[in-house]
């Protein structure tokens, strides 16, 4: 399985009790509601699966995981910090109106000025603002995701239409 074949659920953040168990921060909304049976844990950037002998939600956006094999504290802690990843065709599709800025990650950035800007590679959210990373003539170039800058999305194309600042891409390119 490749990362990009699969979506992040979340961080094993660290191990609870002495026999293995492993406490898991969601930060993927409605888990509870899919059924699955393993999951994958990235370990030095190759995703290993494990499976799971038992899953319980105790409050939101907490899980504890117990997986199989998994059955000291000392195997647990070498999992502790990773991240927990399951296949995509496990993905919930989501409504259109549950559609949101983190969402656009994968669209076409579109500028009104400078046309294309290229893939929407990143989306970083910050307390402040969420803030959209794109590939753009072999720069690296960072934008925020707000209303002011967003003229309009097309779901069906993937394209996001934005009026970036005066100036901003040059901050780049130079």
Known sequence: MKIEDSFRIGTLTKTRGLKGELQLYVDFEGLEKVKFKSVFVDVAGKLVPYFIESIKYPMPNTAYLLLEEINTIEKAALLAKKDVFLPNKLKPKKK??????????????????????????????????????VKYQGHEVLFPLNTDLIKGINVENSEVYIELPEGLLDVYLS
Do not use: C, R
């Not at 983190?102 to 989306?123: S, V, W």
């Open 96 to 133: 259109k109106e549950e559609f949101g800025l983190k969402d656009l990650k994968g669209f076409i950035a579109i500028d009104e000025q400078k046309g294309e800007l290229g893939e929407i590679i990143e989306i970083i959210d910050y307390p402040q603002q969420i803030i959209a990373t």
